[in-house]
């Protein structure tokens, strides 16, 4: 049986519906026992947390776990907590943890990748059965410039001219799910990414193509992407984190292309114009919250 960590998440949510499609035995760990409703499938749960994880004798149920866990400062710890309950337990499943593209990298020295190198070396001392998922950025996040591609035509970002292999979160799902339900991936790493690395002005380019509208890319600078992201509510180490990553982007960290999801589940990785299509709300309906226009 397969214990799904990070289940109502952006992947953890397409893990479940891609291990349902293969008729596998899955258990969610949720959080909050009523979002267990909105789950994919007839999904089992069990209510835990990282720090608080389920008794010895539900963990001795898994032979397998997914590890994911959400980008946050305590991260590694929380990781760590729950991998040493799961030992405590007498219990050494097979476990297939999510990462960043990076986290091998021991030059990388962006604050996300510190922690999977963190929860990876903790890994390494334990001597468990590991796959690590490296993926690059996923596609999702780019939700996250909605706002300004509806309401000014605009993708603003400090990312200079470097490119990012962006990949969409069912694609890591995909991989995730066959090398939990398939023999021979102990002790790999797959780098989990899009068919290409992409420009933030490329990504703009695909956005006018998919929506006919124009957007166009601005390269901002990196104070001033703090000031907003703070401004925004983001907390001092997110935001001090993602200029890190933007750091990285600009010095080509994040354009390297793989070919990790057609070798492991044998489909291409989508394009990005293939997740835009699905994506028509975000980008081009205001939010149902906003006050209609004056006449
Ligand atoms: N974003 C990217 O571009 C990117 C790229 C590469 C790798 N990654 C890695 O992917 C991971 C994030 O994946 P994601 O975007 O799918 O995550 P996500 O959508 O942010 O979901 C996080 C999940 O973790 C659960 N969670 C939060 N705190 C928890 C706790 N204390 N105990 C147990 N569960 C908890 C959440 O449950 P609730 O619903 O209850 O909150 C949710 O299911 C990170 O490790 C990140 O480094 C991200």
Known sequence: MILVTGATGRVGYHVLEALA???????AMVRVEAKAADLPGATRHVVAT?????PP???RRFDRVFLLSPVHEEQAALEIVF????VAAGHRPRIVKVAADGFQDPDC?????????QVAMHL????????????????ENLAGDAETIREEGTIIAPAGRGRVAFVAASDVAAV??????SPGHENETYVVTGPEALGYADVAARVSAVFAREVGYVNERPERARRSMLANGMTRWLADGTLEQFEWIRHGGASHVTTAVREVTGTDPRPIQDWLS??????????ADLPPPLA
């Open 109 to 117: 020295d962006v604050r996300f990748m510190r922690s999977h190198r």
């Open 83 to 86: 991998i040493d309950g799961l």
């Open 124 to 139: 390494d001392a334990l001597d468990l059965a590991v796959t690590y998922l490296a993926p690059s950025i996923y596609m």
């Open 50 to 54: 990282f720090d608080d994880p389920p």
């Open 21 to 27: 499609d293969a008729g596998a035995d899955a258990t």
């Open 176 to 181: 995730a799910a066959e090398v939990l339900t």
């Open 57 to 59: 004798e539900v963990l």
């Open 278 to 287: 699905g994506q028509r709300e975000t980008f081009l309906v205001p939010p």
